[in-house]
T-cell receptor, first 115, second 112 residues
Framework: EPEVTQTPSHQVTQMGQEVILRCVPISNHLYFYWYRQILGQKVEFLVSFYNNEISEKSEIFDDQFSVERPDGSNFTLKIRSTKLEDSAMYFC?????????????FGPGTRLTVL | GNSVTQMEGPVTLSEEAFLTINCTYTATGYPSLFWYVQYPGEGLQLLLKATKADDKGSNKGFEATYRKETTSFHLEKGSVQVSDSAVYFCALRRSGNTPLVFGKGTRLSVIA
């Protein structure tokens, strides 16, 4: 069964460094998302992406964050200058169609630790 | 705004016990409702969903009914197994393209 994959599974970085989290959505999916989960807290929406542009973003998704679909398969989240409070599990998700009631499929997550 | 409230965990049950995890929501309009499960070391997996009032979602022995009058979507299972140990997240989505809004998650531990 097709699945969303994410790399790396765990990233450790120093405060102020740039990180890129990578996701490969399911191949025929059109809508892509990033969520994060700070330890012990809710899963929070960051950004959605459709037709090569941001569709919606939350307050969390400030100028330090960016997303890109550099080719036909990858979907990346970049944090330009990491802060301690960016430490979290980051989940990528994708869904096949725009509109309707179809499901978002999640990847296994990347645990980001900022020291 | 839209929000989801679910019961605090952790919940510890013996094998074959009955499970209820409460979930209530606040939303405008008629959201779709979901339960996701996160097994240890894994990502979020859709467990079940319901898209309109009085719908019942079911999967792997779990059930939840969309109750508009009480704005609830409680998760139930008649007889839990050790393999059901995981974190369970209730979530809503306002419309097709909008992001999911999650509850805080409830950790379930089932002991043999």
């Amino acid at each position: 069964e097709p699945e969303v994959t994410q790399t790396p599974s765990h990233q450790v970085t120093q405060m102020g460094q740039e990180v890129i989290l990578r996701c490969v959505p399911i191949s025929n999916h059109l809508y892509f998302y990033w969520y994060r989960q700070i330890l012990g807290q809710k899963v929070e929406f960051l950004v959605s992406f459709y037709n090569n542009e941001i569709s919606e973003k939350s307050e969390i998704f400030d100028d330090q964050f960016s997303v890109e679909r550099p080719d036909g398969s990858n979907f990346t989240l970049k944090i330009r200058s990491t802060k301690l409070e960016d430490s979290a599990m980051y989940f990528c998700a994708s869904r096949p169609l725009a509109g309707g009631t179809d499901t978002q499929y999640f990847g296994p997550g990347t645990r980001l630790t900022v020291l | 705004g839209n929000s989801v409230t679910q019961m605090e965990g952790p919940v510890t049950l013996s094998e074959e016990a009955f499970l209820t995890i409460n979930c209530t929501y606040t939303a405008t309009g008629y959201p779709s409702l979901f339960w996701y499960v996160q097994y240890p070391g894994e990502g979020l997996q859709l467990l079940l969903k319901a898209t309109k009032a009085d719908d019942k979602g079911s999967n792997k022995g779990f059930e939840a009914t969309y109750r508009k009058e009480t704005t609830s979507f409680h998760l139930e299972k008649g007889s839990v197994q050790v393999s059901d140990s995981a974190v369970y997240f209730c979530a809503l989505r306002r419309s097709g393209n909008t992001p999911l809004v999650f509850g805080k998650g409830t950790r379930l531990s089932v002991i043999a």
